[in-house]
């Protein structure tokens, strides 16, 4: 069965690096998620992607957080100069267009120290 | 803004026995859908349940949805220790989906 993978699945980084968390969504799947939970809190939405553009972001998703799809199967958050409150499981869901079931990743577990 | 909110927070069980959370949320939705992490994990679906939907079922799984009260239920039977896990419900509005806190859920041999 298809699934969306995600990595690296732990990255570790000093406060004020720049970081990549990567994502595969299903190979037919038009809509694009990255979502965060910080340890021992709820999932919470930072941004959709369709058609190679932002539909919707939250107030958490500001200008050091940005998405791209630079091919056809990648799609990729990027954290410019990483907080210690960025510390958190970053999850990426997809889901193909024609049904509400969005597919999440496996998530990628981020440490800023 | 709309909001997923479960309770329990924490729920601890014996084996054999049934768990049952809620989760209560503020606007319409098109649907809500239950979801399971394990402990540092991934997110796993569940079961998803249309705003016209009033209850489903899917194996020891049975969820309810009442939108007159903005609530819905995630029924476990005869839980097992490998049900341990915390369970999120999410509300679906057409757009972008909001999760709850969760409910930790510790089923106990």
């Known amino acids: 069965e298809p699934e969306v993978t995600q990595t690296p699945s732990h990255q570790v980084t000093q406060m004020g690096q720049e970081v990549i968390l990567r994502c595969v969504p299903i190979?037919?799947?038009?809509?694009f998620y990255w979502y965060r939970q910080i340890l021992g809190q709820k999932v919470e939405f930072l941004v959709s992607?369709?058609?190679?553009?932002?539909?919707?972001k939250s107030e958490i998703f500001d200008d050091q957080f940005s998405v791209e799809r630079p091919d056809g199967s990648n799609f990729t958050l990027k954290i410019r100069s990483t907080k210690l409150e960025d510390s958190a499981m970053y999850f990426c869901?997809?889901?193909?267009?024609?049904?509400?079931?969005?597919?999440f990743g496996p998530g990628t577990r981020l440490t800023v120290l | 803004s709309q909001q997923g909110e479960e309770d329990p927070q924490a729920l601890s069980i014996q084996e054999g026995e049934n768990a049952t959370m809620n989760c209560s949320y503020k606007?319409?939705?098109?649907?809500l859908q239950w979801y399971r992490q394990n402990s540092g994990r991934g997110l796993v679906h569940l079961i998803l349940?249309?705003?016209?939907?009033r209850e489903k079922h899917s194996g020891r799984l049975r969820v309810t949805l009442d939108t007159s009260k903005k609530s819905s239920s995630l029924l476990i039977t005869a839980s097992r220790a490998a049900d341990t896990a915390s369970y999120f419900c999410?509300?679906?509005?057409?757009?972008?989906?909001?999760f709850g806190p969760g409910t930790r859920l510790s089923v106990l041999p």
């Open positions: 999410a509300t679906y509005d057409g757009q972008n989906f909001v």
């Open positions: 992607f369709y058609n190679n553009e932002i539909s919707e």
């Open positions: 349940i249309r705003s016209n939907e």
């Open positions: 606007t319409s939705i098109n649907n």
């Open positions: 190979s037919n799947h038009l809509y």
């Open positions: 869901a997809s889901k193909p267009g024609s049904t509400d079931t969005q597919y």
